[in-house]
């Protein structure tokens, strides 16, 4: 029997491209993890075909982007890592009398977008300029920080499913909600999305991205490793109006200058879970359990993660 390797090498063209027994730590802004079996900077073209071998060797696949909002653990994870990433992330601007979108393929990173819309004097998409995530990502989980989310410019979103076939959802048919869209039940992996953004002048959506970048400097670990905000707001319903932040549930449990380990929570922002540099994913990992378990016999509040768990813990 043919090796999986040798099928994938057969199939993937750059050389740097499959990976076996690959580190995840050198692919998550926490920077941990344990290896995965298998890993792969698929390209589109590649992509397909990838999935349909793998299926082929009966190799379970998970999905990933710029590893922003993962935590991986220890173990590592078994069978194949996609990666949408470098190899996937083309951007095309279309402009005529009546719209103005940028189709992006899903690896493309969300503070270049932002940049290109600004030198394209396009405007909607300035509260993604700080945040480390792709596209897919954006999309998976309808990203948002600052008063804007991914709902309000996703004009509609490209798929492949598990059987190679190509779908494409409007914007009414994603399901967005506060940090989720249909594609958490969906086994489907997100290649691409339209962003519909208005015109608007460049100096002054060059501003409010300054204006929402140094907002996040000073108020968030932004030099820390982390991934991103921890936790979700708690509480019922869409709209983030109604919902309380985690920073404050964590607070007022007593739980801000937690640690376990190289985790600890940050001290510039009580939101955020931080690796000091000697942390395992274990410690994060604990830190989690506790922060949760403390916050909920101190509020009755459950806490959700916003950081989504790869492999066993």
């Known amino acids: 029997m043919r090796s999986i390797e040798t099928d994938l090498r057969e199939i993937i063209t750059e050389k740097d491209a499959l990976h076996i027994d690959e580190p995840m730590k050198r692919h998550t802004t926490f920077g941990v993890g344990g290896r995965a079996d298998i890993f792969i900077d698929v390209s589109i073209d590649e992509l397909a075909s990838v ?19 993962l935590l991986v653990s220890d173990s590592g994870i078994r069978g194949a890592v996609l990666c949408i ?13 009546d719209n103005a979108m940028i189709s992006c393929q899903a690896g493309a990173l969300l503070p270049r977008v932002a940049m290109m819309a600004a030198d394209q004097a396009l405007s909607g998409l300035e509260f993604a300029a700080g945040i480390p995530g792709t596209i897919g990502g954006a999309v998976y989980m309808n990203a948002g920080a600052f008063g804007g989310d991914m709902s309000e410019i996703v004009s509609s979103v490209t798929t492949i499913t598990e059987d190679g076939e190509i779908k494409d959802y409007s914007a009414c048919q994603v399901g967005f909600g506060y940090r989720k869209s249909i594609f958490s ?24 991205i300054k204006s929402i970048c140094d907002k996040r400097k000073k108020s968030q670990p932004t030099g820390a490793r982390s991934a991103g905000s921890t936790f979700r707001k708690a509480g019922d319903g869409d709209l983030i109006s109604d919902l309380t932040p985690a920073w404050r549930l964590i607070q007022q ?38 922060i949760r378990e403390r916050v909920k016999e101190e509020t009755g509040v459950e806490l959700e993660p916003e950081v989504k768990l790869l492999g066993e813990f």
């Open 253 to 290: 449990a007593g739980m801000k200058d937690a640690r376990v380990g190289g985790a600890l929570v940050s001290p510039k922002h009580s939101g955020f879970v931080v690796n000091d540099g000697s942390a395992t994913a274990g410690d994060i990992y604990q830190l989690i359990c506790a």
């Open 85 to 97: 990433g470098r190899r996937i992330n083309r951007t095309e601007v279309k402009k005529d009398q």
């Open 185 to 208: 039940e969906k086994n489907e992996i997100i290649t691409g999305a339209v962003l519909s953004l208005r015109p608007g002048d460049p100096s002054e959506i060059r501003e409010r």
């Open 51 to 69: 999935m349909a071998c793998l299926r082929r060797h009966e190799i379970p696949v998970t999905v990933v982007g710029n590893g922003s909002n």
